[in-house]
């Protein structure tokens, strides 16, 4: 069965470094999600992604985060220069397209800044 | 603001009883419901979707969304112990953006 995979599993680092999250979706969906949830807390969104750009971003998606499709495959969020209380669950999501709102999670991958 | 309301839990069950979990949210133009089940430590798991009133079955899950009240529950048939987990509520609007509750912790006890 398809599905998301996402690297690193868990990522260490320092404040005000830069990270970058790695996901591939399923080779066939055309929607591309990115949310992260903070330990104990909601699942959160933070972006979505289709036909290239961004299609919808929160309040929490601010100028320190980027997304990017780099090629075919894979989906990416950067993070600029790290805070303390970015240290959370990403999870990237994907969905088939327009009208098939049910959207598949990646296992996600443990950002912890220090 | 969009909000997802559930009962944080836990909620305790004997093995093979019905597990009923509850999610009201307060958007009266919400179109999608859905149901995840979260293990601790992992990714939310997509179980049921339901888009319409009534009731939805699969397996042993079931699905009831009532829009009128605003309300959508997931009954778990048969509980057993790999069930335990936190059940995640989300809904969407015109958007296809889920806004998520905080979930439901659900304990089945051997």
């Known amino acids: 069965e398809p599905e998301v995979t996402q690297t690193p599993s868990h990522q260490v680092t320092q404040m005000g470094q830069e990270v970058i999250l790695r996901c591939v979706p399923i080779s066939n969906h055309l929607y591309f999600y990115w949310y992260r949830q903070i330990l104990g807390q909601k699942v959160e969104f933070l972006v979505s992604?289709?036909?290239?750009?961004?299609?919808?971003k929160s309040e929490i998606f601010d100028d320190q985060f980027s997304v990017e499709r780099p090629d075919g495959s894979n989906f990416t969020l950067k993070i600029r220069s790290t805070k303390l209380e970015d240290s959370a669950m990403y999870f990237c999501?994907?969905?088939?397209?327009?009208?098939?709102?049910?959207?598949?999670f990646g296992p996600g991958t443990r950002l912890t800044v220090t | 603001q969009k909000e997802v309301e559930q009962n944080s839990g836990p909620l305790s069950v004997p093995e093979g009883a019905i597990a009923s979990l509850n999610c009201t949210y307060s958007d009266r133009g919400s179109q999608s419901f859905f149901w995840y089940r979260q293990y601790s430590g992992k990714s939310p798991e997509l179980i049921m979707s339901i888009y319409s009133n009534g009731d939805k079955e699969d397996g042993r899950f079931t699905a009831q969304l009532n829009k009128a009240s605003q309300y959508v529950s997931l009954l778990i048939r048969d509980s057993q112990p790999s069930d335990s987990a936190t059940y995640l509520c989300a809904v969407t609007g015109g958007s296809y953006i889920p806004t998520f509750g905080r979930g439901t912790s659900l304990i089945v006890h051997p």
């Open positions: 992604f289709y036909n290239n750009e961004i299609s919808e």
């Open positions: 999501a994907s969905s088939e397209g327009q009208g098939v709102v049910e959207q598949y």
